[in-house]
């Protein structure tokens, strides 16, 4: 069964700092990786997404790296604004057509 | 083009009772996906329809069920509520391409559940 865990659980940090966001899955045999980003009681908004046979995706001050052999991905934001403020969420698609999601990483990102 | 949308947004029910919530997702969309989020559990999947067949299960118990429509739109059905069904339940909706690793998860706002 796959299990993804994101490290750290909550985060604090001052505007301007770049930050890495950890995710970690035990089963290689992987379809993709995907962040998101959840606001206080809304939905889920897709950030990025890499394929198995891709190292890296980014867009903007967001970059996502996937390491498929370690079970590893990152997800940096460059030049952090309090409206980064939110809970990051890493999702694995391995079998079938579900994704296997972490308990995610809270930010916070002070003025 | 307008985004994947749930109705209704929020329910409140008692314990017993049963529950309906729609989905309906993106134009072109022929897959949805639901889950439940709960403080403890995290995201957990339910249920995934493509073309109207259920093509993969969760965990979870026959009380929750699903369908879905021929012009995509779905359903999920809750019989029987209880306490530990109150919950956010987000569908997500995508082109349900073969590739499935192209293949990417677009979210709506959620249903937000409370049993009591």
């Known amino acids: 069964k796959q299990e993804v865990t994101q490290i750290p659980a909550a985060l604090s940090v001052p505007e301007g700092e770049n930050l890495v966001l950890n995710c970690s899955f035990t089963?290689?045999?992987?379809?993709?990786l995907q962040w998101f980003r959840q606001d206080p009681g809304k939905g889920l908004t897709s950030l990025l997404l890499?394929?198995?046979?891709?190292r890296e995706q980014t867009s903007g001050r967001l970059n996502a790296s996937l390491d498929k052999s370690s079970g590893r991905s990152t997800l940096y934001i460059a030049a952090s604004q309090p409206g980064d403020s939110a809970t990051y969420l890493c999702?694995?698609?391995?079998?079938?057509?579900?994704?296997?999601f972490g308990k995610g990483t809270s930010l916070l990102v002070t003025p | 083009k307008a985004g994947v949308t749930q109705t209704p947004r929020y329910l409140i029910k008692t314990r017993g009772q049963q529950v309906t919530l729609s989905c309906s997702p993106i134009?072109?969309?022929?897959?949805v996906s639901w889950y439940q989020q709960t403080p403890g559990q995290g995201l957990q999947f339910l249920f995934e329809?493509?073309?109207?067949?259920?093509?993969n299960k969760g965990n979870f118990p026959g009380r929750f069920s699903g369908r879905q429509f021929s012009n995509s739109r779905s359903e999920m059905n809750v019989s029987t509520l209880e306490l530990g069904d109150s919950a956010l339940y987000l569908c997500?909706?995508?082109?349900?391409?073969?590739?499935?690793?192209?293949?990417?998860?677009?979210f709506g706002p959620g249903t937000r559940l409370t049993v009591l």
């Open positions: 997500a909706s995508s082109l349900g391409l073969a590739a499935r690793g192209a293949d990417t998860q677009y």
């Open positions: 089963d290689s045999a992987i379809y993709n």
């Open positions: 890499i394929q198995s046979s891709q």
């Open positions: 999702a694995v698609k391995s079998s079938g057509y579900a994704l296997n």
């Open positions: 134009s072109g969309h022929r897959s």
């Open positions: 329809y493509f073309s109207e067949t259920q093509r």
